[in-house]
């Protein structure tokens, strides 16, 4: 997934606005034996690390018609592999895979001037998040929570208002935005793989 931080307008010309712009995107490597090596990330990019949630600086899957499944790579006897990664894009997993390939999933930063869209790379959708969506600043949440403790609902003084949906073991899953006085919903898909948010998709339904 990509994220676009678009800062507000300013500076001298169309050059100088490109180069205030930021895409942070998931990428992915095939590994097709070994335990250990370095990526080579996309140039003029900037590896960033604990971006999976927590201190995960990448995560490991299984590979599917070669691309990253949404199912972690284990080892023989079923226990998750996970893998150390740096800046210089040095991993190591932290067992051997039951089979291979594996695809190790990390992120990076690249200025807007320097994307490289169409790489085939790129896992997960790309989003724009601008400076302003157009929508109020919401205040004075009142907040909902189910019988688990979990939040259910958060009410605005707008009148706008959230719902949050959990998996079948307590993630979330889906938080809803009900804006007042719109027919859309803005919606918020958040997708793991094993114990890892890898990436959040954004849509409006």
């Known amino acids: 997934m990509a994220f676009i931080h678009l800062p507000p307008s300013g500076g001298s010309?169309?050059?100088?606005?490109?180069?205030?712009?930021?895409?942070?995107?998931?990428?992915?490597?095939?590994?097709?034996?070994?335990?250990?090596?370095?990526?080579?990330?996309?140039?003029?990019?900037?590896?960033?690390?604990?971006?999976?949630?927590?201190a995960t600086d990448a995560v490991v899957s299984q590979v599917d018609s070669g691309k990253p499944s949404i199912r972690a790579a284990t080892d023989a006897n079923m226990e998750i592999i996970g893998t150390s990664f740096d800046s210089f894009g040095n991993w190591i997993l932290s067992g051997v895979p039951s089979s291979y390939p594996v695809a190790i999933l990390y992120r990076v930063r690249q200025r807007l001037e320097d994307f490289d869209?169409?790489?085939?790379?790129?896992?997960?959708?790309?989003?724009?998040?601008?400076?302003?969506?157009?929508?109020?600043?919401?205040?004075?949440?009142?907040?909902?929570?189910?019988?688990?403790?979990?939040?259910?609902?958060?009410?605005?003084?707008?009148?706008?208002?959230?719902?949050?949906?959990?998996?079948?073991?307590?993630?979330?899953?889906?938080?809803?935005?009900?804006?007042n006085g719109s027919s859309s919903i803005i919606r918020k898909t958040f997708n793991y793989l094993g114990d890892n948010l890898i990436s959040i998709d954004q849509t409006v339904v």
């Open 13 to 54: 010309g169309e050059d100088s606005l490109l180069r205030d712009k930021y895409v942070r995107t998931t990428r992915f490597e095939i590994i097709s034996s070994g335990t250990s090596g370095t990526i080579t990330a996309p140039g003029n990019s900037e590896i960033v690390l604990d971006d999976f949630g927590g």
């Open 117 to 179: 869209s169409t790489s085939a790379d790129i896992w997960g959708n790309t989003n724009t998040i601008e400076p302003s969506s157009g929508l109020p600043d919401e205040v004075s949440p009142v907040f909902t929570y189910d019988l688990l403790g979990r939040i259910e609902r958060i009410d605005y003084a707008s009148a706008s208002y959230k719902l949050f949906e959990y998996d079948i073991i307590g993630r979330l899953e889906v938080i809803d935005y009900y804006p």
